[in-house]
């Protein structure tokens, strides 16, 4: 019966997996869809079209998905999609950021500020907590593309403002308006990243014990699982011991 229970197990995560993975490629395409009908289709050409494709390669999207998401764009046939920002707060106070892109967003909207309420937290205006937060390009490599003075060489000479090295790989931080150019030059030097996006930099963090981790990563896990949110970013830290547990 263990045997049984185990594959039950196993098998159920699989799925649990291939949907996380069929979620991703849907955002991953939406993204790709608007940066292509907002610019040029041509991501050489198309600095956001181009970081777009960049990120669904490093998370092994098939070409095939690539090209008819931006074929989509151009054929003038995808949805019109309106880029929108919520804040709020999470459990113990933590500050949270949701980016959507929805066609609908009364829909979203109140979604969103269900999503809040049934999880301990709460929908607060549009300011109220970005400030806490630093907008800012993110290069990710594996940690054997090269020791951490190697890496720390290569930002500088592409232009990044910080390197952040240990077991896990190295980050590398960069302006938001500079993430293009600084991972092209990356690339020419490291080869491809792992991932290259803009993201939401917490300036200040906050400490949570397991009660909290658990109930703040059920608001994350609720919000992505939302068709229109492309991107959750909260202040929070937990540490190895705690993170082990979850």
């Known amino acids: ?82 880029e929108i ?21 009364n829909r979203t909207a109140s979604s969103i500020r269900s999503t809040f309420a049934k999880r301990g937290g709460n929908l607060a205006e549009t300011g109220s907590v970005s400030f806490m937060f630093d907008r800012k390009g993110q290069v990710v490599y594996p940690a054997d593309v090269g020791s951490a003075d190697d890496v720390m060489m290569a930002a500088i000479d592409a232009g990044a403002e910080d390197v952040e090295s240990g077991d896990d790989g190295h980050v590398i931080w960069c302006a938001d308006t500079d993430l293009n150019d600084v991972s092209n030059a990356l690339e020419e030097t490291l080869g491809e990243s792992e991932s290259t996006k803009l993201v ?22 609720a919000l992505e699982d939302d068709d229109d949110v492309q991107s959750v970013t909260a202040n929070f830290e937990i540490s190895d011991e705690i993170m082990a547990q979850l």
């Open 1 to 82: 019966m263990a045997g049984h229970s185990k594959w039950a197990n196993i098998q159920h995560r699989k799925g649990r997996q291939d949907a996380v993975r069929s979620k991703m490629f849907s955002k991953l395409s939406k993204e790709i869809t608007v940066a292509a009908k907002m610019g040029d289709p041509d991501p050489e050409k198309n600095p956001r079209l181009r970081l777009a494709v960049k990120e669904a390669k490093s998370n092994s999207m098939p070409k095939d998905n690539i090209d008819r998401a931006i074929k989509k764009a151009v054929g003038g046939d995808s949805e019109n999609y309106d």
């Open 200 to 221: 939401w930099k917490p300036q200040t963090t906050t400490e949570l014990d397991l009660e909290g981790a658990q109930s703040l990563m059920g608001l994350i896990e």
């Open 85 to 105: 920002r919520y804040e709020g707060y999470g459990p113990n106070g933590v500050a949270v950021i949701v980016e959507a892109m929805t066609d609908n967003r």
